[in-house]
């Protein structure tokens, strides 16, 4: 197995590590909430990188946007509950809940700014020069006024609620990041009422963006924001008023739920009661119109219990997400990053009987770069192929309409013996999945909801077959889920196997979960909450005992998050021995890299670029006998301590060179899309002045795509 170039190591301390230094110090640990909220930043990069198609940009724009409200709906919000409960206490940071709060508030002001500047000042200009327009009222030409009102009267009024505000129509509630207009009015109804506010709450069955059809629109794809009908035609809606303004806003709310599994007799019911209310759970945040005048603004924060503080002025649409929804309609190749074709693995390309190409050795998927179809076709020949008697699977995020559950399906109707393991939890797809379980245990599917107090978050899908009186087991492994949209959208490593005994591991999980029976002892897979954290400190232990001892020492990682405190603390004792360690984390990183007499050889960089960044691939030098491992865990103490999670390793050496090269050696060359932590907590953009520039994403797309 290579290793890197020393050149391109950090260069280590020249005095030795005062032996008394307290590796638990919160001055050694970058908080974990304001490392999740930088990665944002990253993200709005590519939005205003000229070298990143025109649509694609503004795509990145919209990420950042969504990214920015579930930082709100999930770290904000229990940041919040925790104070109000009185159970806040600082991280290994040490920094005060409130004091993170501040800083939240400081540090998302500046990336509110940010967008909404690259909005109005570089992509929305942009795209109208390519002829891409949103136009504003006061761009609108009489025709298309005239238009926008008969579709307004015709497609909006209809659906719309509006509600005059007095005691007899009370403050209402306003569903989650919902779009609202609140209405400034002047006159007397036809009941004599005095009128003041109003609220018009725009339905989600309503698309945020109306496209103009040919006859009035003067360009190839001029759009037009409900946002803006609503507020130009908020006359219609409250006849004999005078209008005198009108602002949009919205409120994010507390998405997380709070179940007391242990309190529960059915899981999938007391979720289910429980979405019912997310939509109107604590507010965390208020969304509105730069200009809008400071009563209103303190009318709305007092009816959502929300401060000044919580208060967020945006300079343009209050959700810039919902632009996303143009990128499938407008036909412009130019604008958008060049199509690609998945490989399919030249080894099921030879041998169209997946089994059998399992069984001559062991086959790698690399997403999206090679095609997630060879998954589907293991479920689909499973499905159909009499010798198949069991498939057991864990699904964790699969999506609406998944043919991962039709071919389940298929194969239960088929006679076999089918389990699948689901995760109700997982954040967001909670009644997707519950949707899929109902749809699964209706075709005679056994379906698992995991185990109380531990997410299911490991990806294993196992098919037992009869093959001349014995039974064979045949395993796909994977770092991703098995959701068919995001295998074409982010990184990840899968494995096929028929290696007997990572089948016969496979099979023991899978008894585990379904017959909660004690620890199983497994020969090797790492098994998460019982041995994978345990396997990663034995091995790093073992890097320093190589360094102590006068060898190199090294650890190479790509994850999308590190903040376990105990794995933070174990790398910087591998940094005093002298280990070398590269760390690829994409998102949030708690360690501080660089710090003298603690971190010397540690460099931490992320990769941001066409790709969502997903596959986590550990690898250890062990002193020439490299051992590589892939995971569905990310280096945080939820994954490593309290979910259920599988680290595979690759035990093919060619396999495992080809899966080091491709996603670890290639990322550390990366001077295109890499981003390098500092010690202050600062990342800065790699450049590549003096020599030719290298993409380890685009690398890939030309090895491995047609």
Known sequence: MGHTDANDRPPMSDTPPPASIDLSGPELYLNRELAALEFNFRVLSQARDPRVPLLERMRFLCISSNNLDKFFELRVAVLRQHLLYGDARPGADGLAPTEVLARIRERSLELITAQYHTWKQELAPALAHEGVRFLTRKHWTDLQKRWLLGYFRNEILPVLSPLGLDPAHPFPRILNKSLNIVVLLDGHDAFGREGHLALVRAPRSLPRLIRLPDEVAEGPNDFVFLAGLLQQFSDDMFPGFTVKDSYQFRVTRNSELTIEEEDIENLANALTEELFGRGYARPVRLEIAENCPKPIVDFLISNFGLSEQDVYRNAGPVNLHRVLTIYEQI???????????????????????IFEAISQHDILLHQPYESFQAVMELLRQAAQDPQVLAIKQTLYRVGSDSPVVDQLIEAAHAGKDVSVVIELRARFEEAANIRLANRLQAAGV?????????????????????????????????????????????????????????????????????GLGSVVRLKHLLYSPFTL????????????????????????????????????????????AGVQID??????????????????????????????????????????????????????????????EIGFPILDPEIAQRVYAES????????????????????HRVAHANEPAYSAQRSLLAKLTA
């Not at 190749?333 to 030249?346: C, E, N």
């Not at 690829?584 to 010397?600: E, K, N, Q």
């Not at 990322?667 to 202050?680: E, Q």
Request: with cysteine; aromatic share 8%.
């Open 331 to 353: 036909d412009r190749p130019d604008l958008k990053y060049a199509p690609f074709t998945p490989r399919i693995s030249p080894s099921l390309v030879q041998h169209p009987n």
């Open 446 to 514: 056994q379906v698992i909801y995991g185990v109380v107090g531990y997410k299911t978050h490991a990806k294993m899908l196992l098919v037992i077959r009869r093959e001349h009186q014995t039974l064979h087991r045949y395993v796909h492994l994977s770092t991703g889920n098995y959701h068919q949209i995001t295998s074409r959208l982010y990184t990840d490593i899968g494995l096929l196997t028929a290696h007997p005994e990572i089948g016969e591991d496979a099979n023991k999980i899978f008894q585990q979960l379904s």
């Open 533 to 576: 954290y345990k396997g990663l400190m034995q091995r790093i232990d073992r890097e320093i005992d190589l360094a102590k001892n006068g060898h190199q020492g090294r650890v190479i990682a790509k994850i999308n998050a590190l903040n376990e405190q105990g794995m933070v603390e174990a790398l910087y004792r591998a940094s005093q």
């Open 583 to 644: 760390l690829i984390v994409r998102g949030a990183c708690t360690l501080r890299p660089g710090l003298p007499g603690i971190s010397d050889t540690i460099r931490v960089r992320s990769i941001v670029g066409r790709f969502l960044e997903h596959s986590r691939v550990y690898w250890f030098g062990n002193g020439g006998e490299s051992e590589l491992i892939c995971a569905s865990a990310d280096w945080m103490e939820r994954n490593l301590l309290h979910r259920i």
């Open 664 to 683: 670890l050696a290639n990322y550390l060359v990366d001077n295109t899309d890499a981003w390098i932590l500092d010690s202050d907590s600062h990342y």
